[in-house]
């Protein structure tokens, strides 16, 4: 039987996996992290912020460039990080973008009372893309409102506009507990009670409502919400590995403010060497195609002690 959470018993986390390949991480240096790209899976650097989130924004560009009448593409993106959506709007505006044929997918939403968060909900990732890109675009330029594609508590809509165009890139972060989008780890219940679900059987999950490990529930309190523990929803909507794999690129974004050292290395470990464990979900990118991981270098930090 796995090792039980150090965080939640009742859950799949990362602390569940074998001692030897955590230490393994750990003593990852950023430069061994380089190391790590395979064919199907590149790491990349980016030595300031500016760059960071520049590369990020264009993006978008690049896939909303490849829209056309016959072919429509666009983006799947994340709210964490927001810094890329008013560069984003920035460089729409600047290059005269005409974004009719352009589509735009958000990841994930929070459940509030069983629904979609509503947009005046201060946590809405919603009113968060609205506010932060699209409505900062000229009205010339947008996309049509239809175009714009939020997950809701009945995923049967948003899981239908996959096929109305082609999804060039899914961007994404990393949380603490390792997901992407809100593809948090299962309950350690039922048949998984021993075991973990094998990656086939979460590779099967679509866009659908999901209950929060309480390390997304502590992540979100800090990052958004200063720690107001009490603000943040237990349950979510989240774009699935279905959706995921239809993607032509995953692009995560590690910029060092949501997930900690450890976490970058022991992802990037476990892609680089195609170890999949559902305890840990951002591995089973390593089952798909086309992955890079974006790293700003001064935000992988190291996994000695320091006390404070």
């Given amino acids: 039987m796995r090792s039980i959470s150090k965080v ?8 569940t996996l074998d001692r030897e390949l955590l230490d393994d991480a750990a003593r990852l240096t950023a430069d061994d992290l380089l190391t790590l790209s395979r064919p199907g899976f590149t790491v990349h650097f980016y030595d300031t912020l500016e760059d960071f989130y520049l590369a990020e924004a264009l993006e978008y560009i690049t896939a909303w460039r490849q829209a056309t009448p016959e072919h429509p593409a666009g983006i799947c993106g994340p709210i964490g990080p927001t810094e890329q959506l008013p560069l984003v709007a920035r460089l729409v505006n600047e290059l005269e973008i005409d974004l009719r044929h352009a589509h735009f997918w958000g990841m994930d939403e929070w ?37 714009i594609h939020f997950p809701a508590a009945d995923p049967a809509a948003y899981v239908a506009s996959w096929d109305a165009a082609r999804c060039v890139v899914m961007q994404g972060g990393q949380g603490d507990v390792k997901h992407w989008a809100f593809n948090d780890p299962p309950r350690r219940e039922g048949e998984w009670i021993d075991n ?29 919400g200063g720690g107001v523990l009490q603000n943040v929803p237990s349950q979510a909507i989240s774009v699935g ?61 190291t996994c000695e002690t320091m006390m404070h």
């Fill in 8 to 15: 939640a018993p009742g859950w799949w986390d990362y602390t």
């Fill in 241 to 301: 590995p279905q959706e995921t794999w239809r993607a032509e690129k995953v692009s995560i974004w590690h910029a060092g403010n949501h997930d900690n050292p450890f976490g970058l290395r022991l992802t990037t470990l476990m892609l680089g060497k195609q170890i999949v464990d559902t305890s840990v979900p951002m591995s089973l990118l390593a089952e798909h195609p086309n992955v890079q991981f974006n790293f700003f270098r001064g935000g992988i930090g």
């Fill in 196 to 224: 973990p679900p094998p990656p086939s059987w979460y590779r099967q999950l679509s866009t659908r409502v999901v209950d929060l490990h309480p390390m997304t529930v502590m992540q979100n309190a800090r990052t958004s």
């Fill in 111 to 147: 459940v509030v009372d069983g629904k979609e968060a509503p947009y005046d909900f201060p946590l809405s990732f919603a009113r968060a893309d609205m506010e932060l890109c699209f409505d900062r675009i000229r009205p010339d330029l947008r996309m049509p409102r239809e175009n």
